[in-house]
């Protein structure tokens, strides 16, 4: 079965809508200066709401985060009660390795370079993630931008990974096309936020359609 992670969510209700849809991951953001970043208190009071519907079951919640201080980030996960860290920014294996959760890590895939390179060096690097299980997120690289940008890298480098890596696609992805990336790509997970949108808010019928879509060919893709 296909993965889902529903990313950059901004109210409990959208938490909730992606839980029932079936959804694998649920993010909140809590990087600085980007539209979608949640103060912690509030970050709080979403997952408290969250767990009172769903406890411990459901999606695994992550917070995102982006070059910012190790010791910011392991206290968030815990005041927070999240389950999982994405790190979206620069940060090096050895950080990856003293975050108190399981980690996500964003792979920025380079656009304009002769794709043999781009998928040679990716091997590489997600060759190192998998070792100290790390799950690796393809999402393109656009300058200025850490993901959320509507923007898709070409999905062929992330076919010629997927035989061989765990990882969950992102970028570009909407209700529209994800049931194609999965039948194209076969990747292990899929990552939306702003495809999940509209006039920049989560959607919750688009989050459900979202998920129904990128599960047309259920057990296709375990």
């Not at 076969?186 to 989050?207: A, L, Q, Y």
Request: charged share 25%.
């Amino acid at each position: 079965m296909t993965h889902v992670k529903i990313c950059s969510v901004q109210a409990a209700e959208h938490a909730l809508a992606a839980a029932d849809a079936g959804a694998d991951f649920v993010g909140f953001n809590f990087v600085p200066g980007t539209r979608r970043r949640l103060e912690r208190d509030a970050a709080r009071r979403m997952v408290q709401e969250y767990r009172e519907r769903h406890g411990t079951n459901g999606p695994r919640l992550v917070g995102i985060f982006a070059d910012q201080p190790l010791e910011e980030v392991n206290r968030i996960l815990t005041e927070c009660d999240l389950n999982t860290a994405q790190l979206s920014g620069q940060e090096p294996v050895s950080y990856a390795l003293q975050v108190e959760r399981p980690v996500i890590k964003a792979v920025h895939v380079p656009i304009g370079q002769p794709q043999d390179r781009t998928i040679d060096d990716l091997d590489r690097l997600l060759r190192k993630l998998e070792t100290e299980d790390i799950l690796p997120l393809l999402d393109p690289h656009v300058d200025g931008a850490l993901g959320g940008t509507g923007t898709a890298f070409d999905w062929a480098i992330a076919e010629a990974l997927a035989p061989s890596h765990r990882f969950l696609l992102a970028g570009g992805l909407t209700p529209d096309n994800v049931a194609y990336a999965v039948e194209s790509v076969h990747p292990w997970g899929v990552d939306v936020s702003s495809g999940v949108e509209t006039s920049g808010t989560k959607d919750p019928e688009k989050i459900r359609s979202f998920i129904q879509s990128a599960r047309v060919e259920q057990g296709a893709h375990e």
